[in-house]
């Protein structure tokens, strides 16, 4: 799990303020938490409102079962 710092985050968005940060989260469907250190999340959430998701932690990617 890669962790998305709220600088980075910041840096992505073009915005600074925690609760912006977090508004735009929310408007784009991304699950986040807060921390001393400012609004966090996962790259795990990213992809997934994005629509991409592994199928298990078990698989790796690019395997196939038959």
């Known amino acids: 799990m890669n962790i998305i710092t709220h600088d980075k985050l910041s ?17 784009n469907g991304i699950r986040y938490f807060h921390s001393r250190a400012g609004i966090w999340t ?14 298990t932690l078990d698989s790796p990617a690019g395997s ?3």
């Open 11 to 27: 840096e992505l968005t073009g915005l600074k303020r925690p609760s912006d940060i977090a508004r735009w989260c929310e408007k």
């Open 64 to 66: 196939m079962e038959f």
């Open 42 to 55: 996962t790259l795990d959430a990213l992809n997934a409102a994005l629509g991409i998701v592994r199928d």
